[in-house]
């Protein structure tokens, strides 16, 4: 018990102190001056007169009172004005020497005086003669034991209207009973005065063997502010267990008057061995907490004895008063923790207006025992445990739990713990709490430019206005983390920071948000503040922290706010933007060589709302020569950013150029596919907007022909040479030039070489660029014509004529020699004809090449041609030196 006196200890086991072998309880005054000691000593009350501290020094209890094995000290119950009662059930006396009886006594003390307290002494009620009415008592027969066994002072209570009352669950054949006593509240008076004991055979709620009384409690229920009695019957109605809410009795032969009975949900729970009143959900009204502490809250086999403790609100209505189930708690549901053994109002131990309660479990985990701190609240009493309660090396810790009161003037109730089988008590002091809560606002949330860099927020640290504990204080960490997933915005400053607070101070940081230019901020940023408690208390710090708190549960610890940026997305700030893509070549056909360039131009333009994060994927038919900054390139594909915002009627355009590989001169075509992707937009395939396109390449080139004949234009041949069988020569060179703009490969040139020339020698000196060139030789067939000889002889003059063809180019040109036959030589022999062909293809010479191709080509193209050899072509004489001549170009046998 934990009063003013201190705190007072039953053990009601001890053995005596003062010489006798008996063990008849002792009381137990624990120092509690210095509070900053762990371990404090207890001396027992009222034994000597040796005074210890200020409270029951000069007690001495009176010596016949002090019987073996009374369990004195098994209630015991602070009183006011400086008085208290402890009570020894099974204090006993002896009767007619055949009987021991078991009437159970209370003691009385105050600071100086002690009254012994015998309420079922008296000789004539110790059986009752039955009528017979009852039946339940028909098996103990017609005189059953009625004081004999009463056991008073189980259970002790100080009323709201000036009584004690105090259980004795053996009254009448342990049907049980209440035993009422007025005292004078004044200081100094021990005037005390036993009302009535209601004889329990007058009322039907209670039976034989019910143990009505083995815990009492009071309190003022309903609107007419009576004080009315509670008393438990654990073993009433069948072994469900009972709760009786009655007047105080005023005839001992009559019926309680049972206002209200709460009967037991489960049989064999024991529902009503522990009762508290308290008003739980702050509604003013007293409200009834009832243990049960064999209940089995979980089903299935091998349950047993967990406990429960039930809770009863109150509700009025007019001159009435309800109490209904609300619902009940069970600790840790751990089999044989008899949670709810014992049930203490705390009081409002954490500051927000509604009592807390604590449960004690105490044979929890193999007997060490637990005590369970539970929350009221508006809807009764929290749904778990606030709190668990653990006594390291305890023994049926929380069997006994003081009511709560404050031992170190911090307006915060204590706690007294008892462990029977450990022979400790244990103190919890109280530590206040502070109820803070996390804010963040952005004032101008409503009015930021969609073009904004940065913004303001606050973030605020508030404590509640706390009437209890002014003084305290306690330190907390803060955390800002601004778009924690996208790192689109950040503040500048430190984002960690500590913050000390009393209750009713606001503290608030004022920072700046960065928001990164190019960030898509289609999806609303949002910013996370945290706050995490510095001060751990520790459970076994010797340090008690007086000018610290905890934080309350209800504390408001995490803060988010979310920031929608853009502005112009509409009513609905979702932006829907519409994306048009176009896509063309940057020149189409494309021709190499020329100024054209090889490439793309895609555009994205925007007609709706801004778009953000959009991309084009863009596969590519060989490689960029290089991509703008947006884009990225992966192998062939290219993926290229749409800068967000791209707001309404805004575009961007890409050029990609790529490099020209080929190495022909065929006409081809490229393809390339864009694929343009909106994530507001892109819940399905079908969102995409897919765009093909084809560049043709097309090489171009026009060739020049120029040429020369040597040595002669016109060459006079003599009979006499012919007729020896000398022959002509003659040289025709070409020179093919390809003015471009594309180079060239497989240029396919034609050569028709003279009529009536035997033999022909081709040589090609060929300077190349990046080209491959090839030329076409015909040579006719000998003997198949007449000989030029022959026809010289008929015509005298000969035009040697030596066409070059460019195939597919419509480009030829030709060259002329003319033989004329002096007279009078008969006999024209074979004219070996030379022609050259140089070929000139390139602007710049990186490399020599000898190509020759001979192919044959038929007779008839060759006087086809022969016939459309323009005569006009302009070949100016060329004056090269013989010798390089002779060397370049040889005569030889046709080898055909
Ligand atoms: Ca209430
Ligand atoms: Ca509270
Ligand atoms: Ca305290």
Not at 196 to 212: A, H, L
Not at 270 to 279: A, H, N
Not at 541 to 550: D, I
């Amino acid at each position: 018990m934990l009063s003013e006196m201190g705190l007072i200890v039953g053990a009601p086991k001890a053995a005596s102190r003062d010489g006798r072998n008996i063990s008849p309880g002792l009381l137990f005054n624990c120092q509690l001056q210095n509070l900053d000691v762990r371990n404090s000593t207890c001396r027992p009350m009222g034994l000597t007169v040796d005074p210890y501290g200020s409270y029951f020094g000069k007690l001495l209890i009176q010596r016949d009172f002090i019987r073996d094995d009374m369990w004195f000290g098994a209630a015991i119950v602070n009183m006011p004005k400086g008085k208290m009662m402890a009570c020894a059930p099974r204090w006993s006396t002896p009767y007619k020497d055949k009987h021991i009886l078991v009437n159970g006594a209370c003691y009385l003390l105050s600071q100086t005086r002690g009254i012994t307290m015998l309420p079922l002494q008296e000789r004539n009620r110790q059986a009752y003669k039955t009528d017979g009415t009852r039946k339940e008592y028909g098996d103990y027969g017609t005189h059953l034991n009625f004081y004999a066994y009463g056991q008073s002072g189980i259970s002790v209570k100080v009323t709201e209207s000036n009584s004690v009352i105090i259980g004795a669950p053996g009254l009448l054949q342990w049907a049980g009973g209440i035993i009422d006593y007025k005292y004078d509240p004044d200081e100094g008076s021990m005037f005390i005065s036993k009302q009535p004991t209601t004889n329990p055979y007058f009322t039907k709620e209670i039976g034989p063997d019910d143990y009505f009384g083995y815990s009492v409690e009071s309190g003022i229920f309903g609107p007419n502010k009576k004080t009315l009695y509670v008393g438990g019957a654990p073993r009433s109605k069948s072994g469900y267990g009972q709760v009786l809410i009655f007047e105080p009795a005023t005839r001992e032969y009559a019926p309680l008057n049972v206002v209200k009975s709460l009967k037991g949900p489960q049989l064999g729970s024991y529902f009503g061995s522990s009762l508290c009143c308290m008003d739980i959900n702050g509604d003013g009204i007293l409200d009834l907490l009832v243990g049960a502490p064999n209940f089995i809250s979980k089903v299935g086999e091998l349950q047993y004895d967990q406990g429960a403790v039930f809770v009863y609100l109150n509700s009025w209505k007019g001159s009435n008063f309800t109490l209904s189930l609300g619902s009940f708690v069970s600790g840790s549901n751990l089999n044989g923790a008899r949670f709810g053994s014992a049930i203490a109002n705390m009081g409002d131990v954490d500051g927000d207006g509604y009592n807390d309660v604590a449960i004690g479990a105490p044979w929890e985990n193999f007997g060490e025992g637990a005590v369970y701190i539970y929350r009221g609240g508006e809807s009764g009493i929290s749904s778990t445990y606030i709190q668990k309660i653990l006594a390291k090396g305890a023994q049926s810790f929380g069997i006994s739990i003081s009511k709560g009161f404050d031992v170190d003037n911090n307006n915060c109730s204590d706690l007294a713990v008892g462990a029977i089988n450990s022979d400790t008590v244990y103190l919890y002091r109280c530590v206040p709490t502070i109820e803070v809560y996390a804010s963040i606002k952005v004032p101008d949330a409503m009015n930021i430019p969609h073009n904004a860099t940065n913004f303001t927020a606050i973030f605020c640290i508030e404590a509640k206005e706390q009437i209890k504990w002014p003084h305290v204080k306690t330190v907390l960490n803060a955390s800002i983390h601004v778009d924690p997933d996208g790192g689109r915005a950040w503040i500048s400053s430190d984002a960690d920071y500590q913050v000390t607070i009393k209750p009713g101070n606001k503290a608030c940081e004022e920072q700046t948000v960065q928001i990164k230019p190019t960030a898509d901020l289609s999806k609303p940023i949002t910013i996370n503040f945290e706050l995490i408690h510095c001060i751990v208390l520790e459970d076994d710090s010797p340090l008690f922290l007086r000018k610290a708190a905890r934080l309350s549960e209800n504390s408001k610890l995490h803060s988010s706010f979310v920031i929608q940026l853009n502005r112009e997305c509409g009513e609905d700030l979702i932006c829907k933007p519409l994306l048009e893509m176009t896509l063309k070549g940057l020149s189409n056909p494309y021709i190499p060589g020329s100024d054209n360039k090889l490439g793309i131009e895609v555009t994205v333009l925007n007609k709706d709302e801004p778009a953000y994060g959009a991309k084009v994927h863009l596969m590519l038919p060989t490689l960029p020569k290089r991509l703008p900054s947006e884009c990225a390139l992966k192998k062939l594909n290219v993926t290229c950013d749409v800068p967000a915002p791209l707001y309404r009627n805004e575009s961007v355009t890409w050029e990609i150029e790529f490099e020209y590989t080929q190495n022909d001169s065929f006409i081809n075509e490229i393809n390339i596919e864009a694929i343009l992707e909106d994530p507001l937009h892109s819940n399905n395939e079908s969102d995409k907007v897919i765009k093909d396109l084809t560049i043709i390449i097309k090489p171009e080139a026009s060739f020049n022909i120029t040429g020369t004949v040597q040595p002669n234009k016109t060459i006079a041949v003599s009979r006499d040479g012919l007729g020896n069988g000398d022959s002509v020569s003659f040289v025709h060179y070409f020179e093919i030039k390809n003015l471009g703009p594309s180079n060239w490969y497989n240029l396919t040139a034609l050569l028709l070489i003279p009529d009536k020339v035997s033999c022909v020698f081709i040589h090609f000196s060929y300077f190349i660029f990046s080209s491959s060139s090839s030329a076409h030789y015909t040579s006719p067939p000998r003997g198949s014509e007449p000989s030029l000889s022959d026809y010289l002889k008929e015509i005298t003059m000969l035009n040697a004529t030596s066409t070059i063809i460019l195939k597919d180019q419509n480009t030829n040109s030709s060259m002329i020699t003319t033989l004329v036959l002096d007279p009078p030589t008969p006999l024209w022999p074979l004219i070996v004809g030379i022609v050259a062909g140089v070929f000139t293809l390139a602007a710049a010479v990186y490399g020599l090449y000898k190509l020759n191709f001979f192919e044959r080509t038929k007779r008839d193209d060759m006087k086809r041609l022969q016939e459309e050899i323009d005569s006009s072509s302009s070949l100016g004489e060329l004056n090269l030196d013989n010798d390089d001549c002779t060397q370049d170009i040889q005569l030889s046998e046709d080898s055909d």
